[in-house]
């Protein structure tokens, strides 16, 4: 079974839609999760960190069931510049900054 | 504030060549991570320093791969003697102390003809 588990998509939406991305980890150790942004093979960027209560970053919201190991990512409006490949990232328990990376989502938001 | 900087952009090696990727970290940042990304794969951890101390290289091929970060200068992935199958986006990303978040470099692109 793999660390980080996503659907790759790609997931093909109008401009305006609702999207919702789903990962789950292996590790039940594990404490801190992350969804990153990847456009076009640059480098990965934060997007958000994911909390045990959820939040919600303008129309990013993040969840996490520590029960079911899954971490959601839900995307409302959605516009042409968020097409990208979405990553899921859990950070290693054992301590220091390791991140170990789904292989990502990939979103095309279309007019 | 200059972020992580890697250098060069692009590296196109011969089989059996060496190949040296430079990554400087953000100002103040101590920890210096190496992640590889084979086309169509996600990032995989490679190998995590700190000044003069290589902290975990769980990830690093048993062969050809080296890593150092010395006390003066950018962190520098050795690879010797590079095979085709070494072509990838190598990203590197720094950090400071505890648990502030990564910040990553642009990465080298390297090709292996």
């Known amino acids: 079974r793999k660390e980080v588990e996503q659907d790759p998509g790609p997931f093909n939406v109008p401009e305006g839609a609702t999207v919702a991305f789903n990962c789950t980890y292996s590790?039940?150790?594990?404490?801190?999760f992350f969804w990153y942004r990847q456009d076009c093979r640059k480098e990965p960027k934060l997007l958000m960190s994911?909390?045990?209560s959820g939040n919600e970053d303008g129309r990013f919201t993040a969840q996490l069931n520590r029960a079911s190991q899954y971490i959601s990512l839900l995307i409302r409006d959605s516009k042409l510049s968020d097409s990208a490949t979405y990553l899921c990232v859990v950070k290693d328990p054992g301590g220091g900054n390791k991140l170990t990376f789904g292989t990502g989502t990939q979103l095309k938001v279309e007019l | 504030n200059a972020g992580v900087m890697q250098n060069p952009r692009h590296l196109v090696r011969r089989r059996g060549q060496e190949a040296r990727l430079r990554c400087s970290p953000m100002?103040?940042?101590?920890?210096v991570y190496w992640y590889r990304q084979l086309p169509e794969e996600g990032l995989k951890f490679m190998v995590y320093l700190q000044k003069e101390n290589i902290i975990d290289e769980s990830g690093m091929p048993k062969e050809r791969f080296s890593a150092e970060f010395p006390k003066e200068g950018p962190s520098i992935l050795r690879i010797q003697q590079v095979v085709r199958g070494d072509s990838a986006a190598y990203f590197c990303a720094s950090a400071g102390q505890g648990d502030s978040p990564l910040h990553f470099g642009n990465g080298t692109r390297l090709t292996v003809t």
């Open positions: 994911v909390y045990s």
């Open positions: 590790n039940s150790a594990s404490q801190s």
């Open positions: 100002k103040g940042h101590s920890h």
